[in-house]
Every structure is written in structure tokens, then in C-alpha cells.
């Protein structure tokens, strides 16, 4: 009969025999274009890149996108040359449950260089990303720009970087350097909110060793240049850095289980075994009550989140200011602290630009913040006044004002200058503003404002050592007591510090429903 559909008799040979071509194809491009090149991508301590998207992902979750496609350039060789996947492995799987977007270069096919059908795929993914409204990772390791491509291959990097800014601040992105990474595609992983790095093999710069040897006679290696010690502790581009890819990649799962998927939803809650009301004892032999004392503000934060535990970013660069997840109550919150273990905690350009962008990053994805606050002031010197400080420690002070998440600061103890007001003072906006009975806010510390203030006085004593200590007694009874600033309402409470956990704890609970809208504008214009 015409129009009828063929019997199974008829069909059956033949779809079960393009069935088998298919598996066998897709058998073929799982396996990757040569068995040696996968030696040689062992050789030097790396993993495939499908080992590394089963590591990154639920086993079994992930579903791939265009295996099968192929680059349609010639010239130079290419048109006999035309493996599937075109050197880039894309799709999305889950961690933890919840749906993840990927990509990762293949460096066995062209480098993981970069041409046309390539970073079409690249698109493609982060398109669905940000439709689906889930994180984005990729997995990096590629040559930069498939040069035999030309103009076609560095517009594929104008498009991923033109989506990855259209994506900030919608979609987490997490950028996982497990390989060279030069040039233009750099700025990729530059645009996102967090860089991996893993040491010995990922390295990341603009022009490399032998460019800067050329230009400027400088020598260095690849590792000095631009490896993942450098980047994680002198350039702060890297937010972490880890020995191997197998570390690497468990610690991008454990961030991906602390961020919402988008800007739209709240970060999954998980209940610790630490009761809410658990008190600190130990938090009054952790921070010493002279404020020129140190102590590693590390600890006071182990004290304080549930079962201790709390994911440091940028460990290793500005470390006189820490930013950190965490959880308190089983939700997650973002903390900022200054480190007076490191420089006595003092405020510097590093650390301002280190702290805005954590801030930043967290009011992006309605992650509370916590202000955890010893803080001498603004370092001084000449260095920093001609490297901006003003407008760069600027930044920091733009961040907080801008947040609309709910925010909480705690003063631990010195608080003195403008640096009491960048982090996060009542004055710009915390919603929240304790302190602990050790706390002095001022303009500086007595000693400093008493030889401002009773200069002349001193100056003319017949004992002018004992005329400054009677002035620096003075300063301190009149102006920095521990409650000054609460009887002026720029603090809301004097809290035992063994009860910050369960006050803390309370004061985000109350301000969850916070609702703070900001002026109806395109953007602001932050100080850069």
C-alpha cells in the first residue's frame, strides 16, 4: 500500500547494521584519535580529557554535545585531517545532583588549539548554559588560536569571551587550568569568577618566554612566568592552586556545592553537626586582648562555621585580608577578614581588590556576608599612594556599598581610620554591626592620636614621657573605650565573643527575607 511503513522484516538488517556503525564510531572518538597520544598526555602527569569530566562529574551523568562534529577548513593540511570532536569535548552531567555545563580541550587532537567548528561548540555550550541557568566549567588545556585557521579562530575567542561577560554575575563560571594556556585565551579564564590551577602543569601568560626574552632580554621559565605558584601567590590571577588534577578537580566539586546554580536561587543549605548555640571558649585564647598581639584569624573562623570547615580563596595572594565560603546553620556564607597574622592585618591595594571582587561575587549570588574586623588601617607609603590606593582601595569600599545581600560585620578588636569604614561600618550599610568587648574604633590608635592632639602639651612638659602616657591614658578613657560606638549607634551590640556563632547565626536568619533594591540605573561606574 503506498505510504505504508516498511515491515520490520525489511528494516531490521539495515538499522541494526547503521545501529552498529554508530556504537563502533562512537567507541572510536571515546577512544580518542591515537593510543599513543594518550601515552604521551600520561607521559607528563595529565589526565585525558574524558577521565577529567568523570572525575568533575557524577559518574554516568554526562551527556555529550556534537561528538560527532568535524571542522570544514583546508588548507595546510587540514582538509586531510578532520578528527570528530574537533578537539573539544562538550555537554553537562550533574555534582552532587544538580546540573553542571562543560567543556574540555582535548590536547591529542590539534593541541587543543582552537579553530571555527571548535569554539562553535564552545558557544553552543555556554548558550545552554546560561539558558538552563546552570554553572559553566571548562576544562583547560589547548595551544591558543589554531594559527592554520587564522582570523576565523580568534573570533571564536571574541564570541566565548563576549558570553562569558554576558553570563557573569547569571551563571557561576569556574575556569580549571590543567595545561598551557597563552595569549588571547588567557582572558577567557580571566573573565570568570574563579581560576583553578595545577602546579607544574598549567601555565598561563599574554606572550610567553621566549616573546619576553625578545622584547625585553628578561629569561625566565614557563612555570616562572606564568605557572601556578606565580599566579596563585604574586599575580592573583589563580583563586586556587593544587598539586595534581585529581585534588583539583574534587575541590571544583566542593565549590560547586557551596553556589546557587544562578543569580535566581539561594545556595543549596546543608545542616552541619555543630548546634547553633555552640560556644567559642576557645575564641578568648585565640585572639589576645593587646591589640599589638597576633594571632591567625584562620583559626577564629574555624571556631565560629559549622564543623569548622571553610574553603579559603586566593589563600596565597594578599594574605593580609581572607576571604572565604562557609557555612553557619547549614547556609552558606561569604567571609571577610582581616588577617593580622599577615602585615597586622593592615589594608593594602592587593587586599582591597582581592576583597571587592569576593564581595562583588557574593552579592551576585545572594551569599550573606560576614565581616570579621582587626584592622590597623591603610598601609602607607609612597609605592602604594602612587599605585592608587586611593581609587583602588576605593574598590573595596564601592563593593560593600553596592551589596545588597544581608551583611554582618563583627569588630574583633582594633578598628581605626578609613579602613574601620571600608569593612563593612554601619555608616556604609551593614545591616548588622557588632563588636567584642576588646574593640577600639577611632580615628587612629591612642598612642599615634594623642601625640596629634596634645602635641604642644607634651612638647612643654617638664616629663614629657610621663605627660604622653598620662595623654595617651586620657585618649584611650575618653574616645576608645569598648563602648563608645555602641552609645553612639554605630554598633548595635557588645557581644561575649564566645556567643558570635549563635549571634551571627540569629542575625542572618532575620535578614533572610532582606530586600534592598538599588537605584533604577544600566550600571554603576565602579572606581577602577
Not at 545501529?19 to 589526565?47: F, M, S, V
Not at 571542522?71 to 573539544?88: I, N, S, Y
Request: hydrophobic share 40%; charged share 25%; glycine share 10%.
Amino acid at each position: 500500500m503506498p505510504g505504508a511503513a516498511p515491515s520490520s522484516e525489511s528494516s531490521g538488517p539495515e538499522i541494526l547494521h547503521r545501529l552498529a556503525e554508530l556504537t563502533a564510531l562512537k567507541e572510536q572518538i571515546r577512544g580518542g584519535p591515537d593510543p599513543k597520544a594518550t601515552e604521551r598526555q600520561h607521559a607528563k602527569g595529565k589526565l585525558t580529557a574524558r577521565e577529567r569530566v568523570e572525575l568533575l562529574l557524577d559518574k554516568g551523568s554526562f551527556t555529550e554535545v556534537e561528538a560527532l562534529r568535524r571542522h570544514r577548513a583546508t588548507g595546510f593540511g587540514l582538509e586531510t585531517k578532520r578528527p570528530h570532536t574537533d578537539g573539544v569535548i562538550t555537554g553537562w552531567g550533574t555534582v552532587e545532583g544538580r546540573t553542571v555545563f562543560v567543556y574540555a580541550h582535548d590536547f591529542r587532537i590539534f593541541g587543543g588549539a582552537l579553530g571555527e567548528a571548535h569554539a562553535t561548540k564552545i558557544h553552543k555550550i555556554m548558550d545552554m548554559a546560561i539558558a538552563a541557568g546552570a554553572p559553566l566549567v571548562s576544562l583547560n588545556d589547548g595551544a591558543g588560536a589554531r594559527i592554520q585557521e587564522g582570523v576565523s579562530a580568534l573570533a571564536g575567542y571574541g564570541g566565548i569571551f563576549q558570553r562569558n561577560t554576558k553570563a557573569s554575575g547569571v551563571i557561576p563560571q569556574l575556569s580549571v587550568m590543567l595545561g598551557p594556556c597563552a595569549g588571547g585565551a588567557a582572558y577567557s579564564p580571566a573573565l570568570t569568577d574563579f581560576v583553578f590551577m595545577v602546579r607544574d602543569t598549567s601555565q598561563m601568560f599574554i606572550t610567553g618566554p621566549d616573546v619576553v626574552k625578545a622584547v625585553t632580554g628578561e629569561e625566565i621559565t614557563q612555570n616562572g612566568l606564568g605557572g601556578a605558584d606565580t599566579h596563585g601567590g604574586l599575580s592573583g590571577v589563580a583563586h586556587f592552586v593544587h598539586d595534581d588534577e585529581e585534588t583539583c578537580l574534587a575541590e571544583v566539586r566542593y565549590l560547586l556545592s557551596l553556589l546557587p546554580s544562578n543569580n535566581r536561587e539561594l545556595p543549596p543549605a546543608v545542616r552541619g553537626n555543630d548546634a547553633v548555640d555552640l560556644r567559642g571558649d576557645a575564641l578568648l585564647d585565640l585572639v589576645p586582648a593587646d591589640g599589638n598581639r597576633s594571632y591567625d584569624m584562620r583559626s577564629v573562623i574555624t571556631e565560629l562555621v559549622d564543623d569548622g570547615d571553610f574553603m579559603e580563596v586566593h589563600a596565597a595572594w594578599a594574605t593580609n585580608l581572607v576571604c572565604a565560603l562557609a557555612r553557619l546553620d547549614g547556609q552558606v556564607v561569604g567571609i571577610v577578614a582581616n588577617q593580622p597574622a599577615s602585615m597586622a592585618g593592615v589594608l593594602d591595594i592587593r587586599a582591597s581588590e582581592k576583597g571587592a571582587r569576593f564581595v562583588q561575587f557574593c552579592d551576585s549570588f545572594n551569599i550573606p556576608l560576614v565581616t570579621l574586623v582587626d584592622v590597623p588601617g591603610f598601609l602607607p607609603g609612597v609605592d602604594q599612594e602612587h599605585e592608587g590606593i586611593i581609587r583602588r582601595g576605593a574598590k573595596l569600599l564601592y563593593a560593600y556599598c553596592n551589596a545588597t545581600v544581608p551583611r554582618v560585620s563583627v569588630v574583633l578588636r582594633k578598628a581605626y581610620g578609613g579602613a574601620y569604614i571600608v569593612m563593612d561600618s554601619r555608616s556604609i550599610g551593614a545591616d548588622v554591626a557588632l563588636a567584642w568587648p576588646t574593640n577600639e574604633i577611632a580615628v587612629m590608635g591612642a598612642e599615634g592620636a594623642a601625640g596629634v592632639v596634645f602635641r604642644r602639651e607634651i612638647a612643654a612638659s617638664e616629663d614629657p614621657e610621663a605627660m604622653r602616657a598620662q595623654k595617651i591614658e586620657e585618649y584611650q578613657t575618653e574616645l576608645v573605650h569598648p563602648y563608645y560606638a555602641a552609645e553612639r549607634g554605630l554598633v548595635d551590640d557588645v557581644i561575649d565573643p564566645r556567643d558570635t556563632r549563635a549571634v551571627l547565626i540569629r542575625s542572618l536568619a532575620m535578614l533572610c527575607a532582606k530586600d534592598a533594591g538599588l537605584p533604577h540605573r544600566k550600571h554603576g561606574n565602579p572606581p577602577q
